[in-house]
T-cell receptor, first 111, second 116 residues
Framework: AQTVTQSQPEMSVQEAETVTLSCTYDTSESDYYLFWYKQPPSRQMILVIRQEAYKQQNATENRFSVNFQKAAKSFSLKISDSQLGDAAMYFCAYSNGALNFGKGTSLLVTP | DGGITQSPKYLFRKEGQNVTLSCEQNLNHDAMYWYRQDPGQGLRLIYYSQIVNDFQKGDIAEGYSVSREKKESFPLTVTSAQKNPTAFYLC???????????????FGPGTRLTVL
């Protein structure tokens, strides 16, 4: 079974600063997808970014980017120019069909 | 607007009762999924379906049942056999195979189930 580990239960960042959330995963597969989802207090799960394992180029979506290290099985999320609306739980997930989620990192954004 | 709807938003059940949670999507996605989320936890897969009239158990299927009679709908029944059903339930859908964004799951707003 694939496991996803988020080692930071909580993180804090000041508005306009940059923060990096860590994620590692365990798999014997070579072809898979990785995701970061955001869950604000409304509890709706919102897709932040998607990475295909066969692509070496790191995915970016506006202020969100990833550092994908396939050999190290690491998939960190960088949030640049943090905004108050970025405050949420962030979940890393691995997929080769069904999603396997980490336990999440709670991000606090301070003014 | 295309999307995934779940109803009701809040649901209360007495012990011993079965309840059914609704999930509908108009994204023309082939695959649909049900997840359970407990406080301080990630999501755990209950059931999933990649085609009409077919579905597979996930990691925690005991005490739950599903049906997939239509592509757009994937209702989840929480039976009295589920010993600890109080949780937040999320439905998701995705394309499959070689389709663009295959395996990318989009979620509904969720249903909060409380057993009284």
């Amino acid at each position: 079974a694939q496991t996803v580990t988020q080692s930071q239960p909580e993180m804090s960042v000041q508005e306009a600063e940059t923060v990096t959330l860590s994620c590692t995963y365990d798999t014997s597969e070579s072809d898979y997808y990785l995701f970061w989802y955001k869950q604000p207090p409304s509890r709706q799960m919102i897709l932040v970014i998607r990475q295909e394992a066969y692509k070496q180029q790191n995915a970016t979506e506006n202020r969100f980017s990833v550092n994908f290290q396939k050999a190290a099985k690491s998939f960190s999320l960088k949030i640049s120019d943090s905004q108050l609306g970025d405050a949420a739980m962030y979940f890393c997930a691995y997929s080769n069909g069904a999603l396997n989620f980490g336990k999440g990192t709670s991000l606090l954004v301070t003014p | 607007d295309g999307g995934i709807t779940q109803s009701p938003k809040y649901l209360f059940r007495k012990e011993g009762q079965n309840v059914t949670l609704s999930c509908e999507q108009n994204l023309n996605h082939d695959a649909m999924y049900w997840y359970r989320q407990d406080p301080g936890q990630g999501l755990r897969l209950i059931y999933y379906s990649q085609i009409v009239n077919d579905f597979q158990k996930g990691d925690i299927a005991e005490g739950y049942s599903v049906s997939r009679e239509k592509k757009e709908s994937f209702p989840l029944t929480v039976t009295s056999a589920q010993k600890n059903p109080t949780a937040f339930y999320l439905c998701a859908s995705s394309t499959v195979g070689e389709a663009v964004e295959a395996d990318t799951q989009y979620f509904g707003p969720g249903t909060r189930l409380t057993v009284l």
